[in-house]
T-cell receptor, first 111, second 114 residues
Framework: GQNIDQPTEMTATEGAIVQINCTYQ??????LFWYQQHAGEAPTFLSY????GLEEKGRFSSFLSRSKGYSYLLLKELQMKDSASYLC????????????FGTGTRLLVSP | DTAVSQTPKYLVTQMGNDKSIKCEQN?????MYWYKQDSKKFLKIMFS???????INETVPNRFSPKSPDKAHLNLHINSLELGDSAVYFC?????????????FGAGSRLTVL
């Protein structure tokens, strides 16, 4: 089976740093993705990890530990526009993409 | 210039009706998907087509029938709509479907069944 867990909601203030955790148990692993979804909009791609370690992309970084079934998304210098849901998704197998999504973490950034 | 476009964006209908949602992508991708996002924001895969061939078919009631006339289009037809079908349906596409290739999502079609 596939199980992907994230906190339901987090709050933070503008300018701060926030870490959104994701743990997964899937039948196979072939990559982990983070997507951002603003209310009423489509999910948009943020980051991709397939090997252990940290991937940095501007204010956003994503970390993966395959042995622990764990990833986090780190958002630095938070801005109001970062208020959104953050979806962790795992691709369980090789071959054609079948992304299995977690329930998402709603991040509220306050002034 | 929309990369993945879905129509309609909103759909309100009565139980028992039949409705369709259309999706088109102009990215040259060869793999397309339908995902359903429920009221709890859980995004779940329904179907996937690669070059018009069905490759993923999750446990979805057979009232849902996807159709891909060509690799740029994937439509979703739903028969005998039920209250539980109310959700946002997202179309997505990707090139190749492996590696770091990223799914591009459409803006979603919000279906409300009364």
């Amino acid at each position: 089976g596939q199980n992907i867990d994230q906190p339901t909601e987090m709050t933070a203030t503008e300018g701060a740093i926030v870490q959104i955790n994701c743990t997964y148990q899937t039948s196979g692993f072939n990559g982990l993705f983070w997507y951002q979804q603003h209310a009423g909009e489509a999910p948009t791609f943020l980051s991709y990890n397939v090997l252990d370690g940290l991937e940095e992309k501007g204010r956003f970084s994503s970390f993966l530990s395959r042995s622990k079934g764990y990833s986090y998304l780190l958002l630095k210098e938070l801005q109001m526009k970062d208020s959104a849901s953050y979806l962790c998704a795992v691709r369980p197998t090789t071959g054609f993409q079948k992304l299995v999504f977690g329930t998402g973490t709603r991040l509220l950034v306050s002034p | 210039d929309t990369a993945v476009s879905q129509t309609p964006k909103y759909l309100v209908t009565q139980m028992g009706n039949d409705k369709s949602i259309k999706c088109e992508q102009n990215l040259g991708h060869d793999t397309m998907y339908w995902y359903k996002q429920d009221s709890k924001k859980f995004l779940k895969i329904m179907f996937s087509y690669n070059n018009k061939e069905l490759i993923i078919n999750e446990t979805v009631p057979n009232r849902f029938s996807p159709k891909s006339p060509d690799k740029a289009h994937l439509n979703l037809h739903i028969n005998s709509l039920e209250l539980g079908d109310s959700a946002v349906y997202f179309c997505a596409s990707v090139l190749g479907g492996t590696g770091a290739n990223v799914l591009t999502f459409g803006a979603g079609s919000r279906l409300t069944v009364l």
